[in-house]
């Protein structure tokens, strides 16, 4: 019985160094008799799909042929990382400009190209660029278009085997897929390379005393104002050191997130105390642009936002490792707990789907304390 959804799948493929258009579908005879007036259909049994030439007069003839016959899904087909113009063009030189050693194989240039032009974050970049230089390190005397899913499969068990974790062997192959479907403009060329299964863990969360000590902890009020931030209004480590002094909006008790994670912008809580604290410490320290800024006048490190999280947290006796973002878990998990509307903690947060702050609520305890233990 053949199925009722009539749709073809567009898959790019390389076959013998040639771009191809793969045409996936259910068998259905009226579809196989529309992909048989295309021209010069192939059957390719390593994909199990028909393919074309992949030209724009191939493309039209698709979109044309199959109207009113099957329904064309192209959302492997074409690129969905749309740049905006808000953001600030990171510049990768520093790895044109570096020395090399001889026998080392450098990222490509486009590669590099690529990441400026759609306007990729600077530590985004360096990921990218860092993994595949392993990547193609790996496969040295390999031309790029001569490597195939078997052998990027085969890379991926040694970093099974090295023990590298779910998280490393995710961006390489997030690194790997850009080259070849974003750079040479081949989307979902690997669409069958499997990745880790993903682990359900839970975030690690302090409890509210413990954010105290660790504030009351702090250094100085520069560092004070950096540790109440990230808990009271639940910034991303990224987003407080992007802050500038016209970020606070100390009239409407709101701090305005440019260009957050995902680029998108947002509004966050100012707490009355640390705004209090806040103007005492742009008395004392007078930065210029950015709210939190070095020595150099230039924006505040991520590093050193770290440090001065983990010290302020070793003087305070806190037994767990503490990071920023577990701070920005805490804030999350603690409005859920005094009965805010897990919406709401969602705008604050910047998360897209309820789906990822819900998982707040599992670590949220005042729901779990008020259930009696049968030992009790």
């Known amino acids: ?34 992909v048989k007036g295309l021209p010069k259909p192939k059957w390719s049994k390593e994909y199990n799909m028909a393919y074309v030439e992949n030209t724009p007069n191939n493309l039209n003839l698709i979109f044309k042929d199959f109207k009113g016959v099957a329904w064309v899904n192209c959302s492997n087909f074409f690129p969905k990382h749309v740049p ?56 040295k005397e390999i031309e790029l278009l001569e490597i195939d899913e078997e052998m990027i499969r085969g890379y991926l068990q040694t970093l099974v085997i090295e023990k590298k974790s779910d998280s490393y062997i995710n961006q390489m192959i997030n690194s790997v897929k850009f080259y070849y479907e974003v750079v040479l403009g081949m989307p979902n060329r690997f669409y069958s390379v499997e990745r880790p299964r993903k682990r359900e863990t839970l975030p690690k969360v302090i409890s509210k005393e413990e954010v105290k000590l660790i504030i009351e902890n ?68 007078k930065p210029k642009m950015y709210l939190f800024e070095g020595q150099s006048g230039n924006k505040y490190s991520a590093q050193s936002v770290a440090k001065v999280v983990k010290n302020a947290a070793k003087k305070a006796k806190i037994k ?29 947060l910047g998360h897209s789907s309820t789906k990822t702050t819900e998982i707040y609520t599992h670590v949220a305890t005042n729901n779990i304390q008020a259930i009696k233990s049968p030992l009790d």
């Open 1 to 34: 019985m053949e199925p009722k959804a009539k749709y073809v799948t567009l898959k790019h493929l390389l076959i013998e160094n040639q771009k191809k258009i793969g045409l996936q579908f259910y068998p259905n005879k009226l579809i196989q008799t529309v």
């Open 218 to 285: 702090t250094n100085n009020i520069k560092h004070k104002c950096i540790v109440s931030l990230l808990y009271s209004a639940g910034l991303r480590r990224g987003e407080l050191i992007d802050l500038k002094l016209n970020d606070i909006d100390s009239k409407r008790m709101v701090i305005n997130v440019r260009q957050g994670k995902g680029n998108k912008d947002r509004i966050t809580l100012l707490s009355p105390s640390v705004l209090e604290d806040l103007r005492a410490y742009f008395i004392e320290w």
């Open 320 to 348: 767990v490792d503490i990071t920023p973002h577990i701070l920005r878990h805490s804030f999350a998990t603690h409005l859920l707990e005094n009965g805010t509307n897990i919406r709401y903690i969602q705008a604050l």
């Open 84 to 139: 905006t113009k808000q953001n600030v063009v990171a510049s990768v030189d520093h790895y044109r400009n570096r020395k090399l050693a001889n026998d080392y194989r450098p990222c490509p240039e486009e590669f590099l190209q690529k990441l400026e032009l759609k306007h990729y974050a600077l530590n985004t970049s360096k990921v990218y660029i860092g993994m595949f230089e392993h990547f193609i390190n790996y496969f």
